[in-house]
Nanobody, 115 residues
């Protein structure tokens, strides 16, 4: 069974940094594209960043230059380094992948950016 477990969220002041982690089990991790999504209150879930099996990355425009997605295949983990955080980054952040054409999600981790 595929499981994704996120950690690393919390409360941070504007301009601060956080690093989210997602540990994946139940798949041959190194072959899979991994994503980070987020959902703010009253808004739709949006794709934040993607990393494929070759390490190629993509970001939504609002986080380019501030967020970095990375992966460690030996640890079957994907990370999201978030710098220069803004109040608009406040959301629940979810790790996501597809396995056998089914989507899998983590439980989410809350990120709150506030002074």
């Amino acid at each position: 069974q595929v499981q994704l477990v996120e950690s690393g969220g919390g409360l941070v002041q504007p301009g601060g940094s956080l690093r989210l982690s997602c540990v994946v089990s139940g798949t041959i991790f190194r072959f899979y594209t991994m994503d980070w999504y987020r959902q703010a209150p009253g808004k739709q879930r949006e794709l934040v960043a993607t990393i494929d099996s070759s390490g190629n990355t993509n970001y939504t425009d609002s986080v380019k230059g501030r967020f970095t997605i990375s992966r460690d295949n030996a640890k079957t983990a994907v990370y999201l380094q978030m710098n220069s955080l803004k109040p608009d980054d406040t959301a629940v952040y979810y790790c996501h992948t597809f396995h056998l054409n089914r989507p899998y999600w983590g439980q989410g981790t809350q990120v709150t950016v506030s002074s």
